[in-house]
């Protein structure tokens, strides 16, 4: 099975291509993104691919007999707010040019990650599949039209689109891009390297969240789940659900010194729409999903793994 990840740079992928290399093979997953410098930090195969030029995907999709895509590749919530023109492009654009690509060339699957940035001020708390969405960002609204026209082509052309809604996700190995939800990482960051930080959002903001080896067993479990399992084209996953301040207490537990503040800025309007937690209780019926990551496991293995990180970093070998 030959395996193309978009986006592979990114806070996802830098951690999907090795999950994947060592599960299917290095020479089965085929690394792509935009940016050359990052992308070198992989051992091949990896391609220079912008989503945007639909040729030069067709030609990698060609040339490595491509069986399955993991489409990562996209502009975030708050980066999408700066500038909803490029949002629209990346994110609906070079969607599309990959659901064209995989039909066009007999691509058998495409994972494609939504988000809780698809749900709204207008959906219920703690939604599940089917709901009330509406979402207010260009980045939600994107996410919306992969999960329906993933269920379209689906329908209509029997490419095997699937995906789960994620939470925020936390990680130490590659810093997150213009989420709303990275206060949840910078928080480390700033614990780590100031013993101070200062939050984007009001102390009492509660969003779910969940821990990259959580995320990572998620989408490669949609992917490899039979067929006659899925009641949905998309499922909600979570991992945990809890406030700035009751992120700054369990720092605290490992780094008592740790000081923050709270001085919300455009970003909590987009946080405050979205749900504080979701129901999961789908993909855990269907396909045995379970997150195995807690708060307080997941802030230990963090500061511990990016303590480690930053000290290589001091001496320029991270
Ligand atoms: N982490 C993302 C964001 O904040 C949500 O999918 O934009």
């Known amino acids: 099975m030959k395996i193309l990840v978009t986006g592979a740079t990114g806070q996802i992928g830098s951690e999907l291509v090795p999950e994947l290399r060592k599960k299917y093979g290095d020479e089965n997953v085929i690394a792509t993104g935009r940016n050359i410098k990052k992308l070198k930090e992989f051992s091949e195969p990896t391609e220079v691919l912008d989503v945007l030029n639909k040729k030069k995907l067709e030609q990698v999709v060609k040339e490595h007999n491509i069986d399955v895509i993991y489409h990562l590749a996209a502009i975030l919530s708050a980066k999408g707010e700066q500038n909803p023109q490029l949002c629209f492009k990346v994110n609906v654009d070079g969607l599309y040019n990959v659901l064209e690509t995989a039909r066009e060339n007999n691509v058998e699957k495409v994972i494609i ?24 960002t260009m980045y939600g609204i994107s996410k919306v039209l992969a999960e329906l026209l993933g269920e379209y082509y689906y329908n209509k052309y029997g490419l095997d689109v699937r995906g789960v809604r994620f939470p925020g996700i936390i990680s130490w190995k590659t810093e997150p891009g213009g989420g709303t939800t990275d206060y949840a990482v910078e928080a480390f960051y700033a614990a780590i390297q100031k013993g101070h930080y200062t939050y984007f959002v009001r102390k009492d903001t509660v969003l779910p969240m969940m821990y990259m080896p959580d995320a990572l067993k998620a989408l490669i479990q949609i992917a490899e789940a039979e067929p006659s399992q899925l009641r949905y084209r998309f499922y909600n996953v979570t991992g945990m659900s809890f406030s700035a301040e009751e992120l700054t207490k369990v720092i605290q537990k490992f780094i008592p010194d740790f000081t923050a503040d709270y001085k919300p800025d455009e970003r909590q309007k987009i946080a405050d729409s979205w749900p504080t937690r979701i129901d999961d209780s789908a993909a855990r ?28 970093d001091a001496y320029g070998k991270a």
């Open 113 to 136: 990650p939504s988000s809780i940035a698809a749900f709204g001020p207008e959906t219920p708390d703690n939604p599940s599949e089917i709901t009330i969405q509406r979402p207010k």
């Open 285 to 312: 019926e269907d396909w045995n999903w379970k997150p195995d990551w807690d708060l307080e496991r997941m802030a230990r293995d963090m500061i511990e793994n990016l303590s480690k990180k930053l000290r290589g």
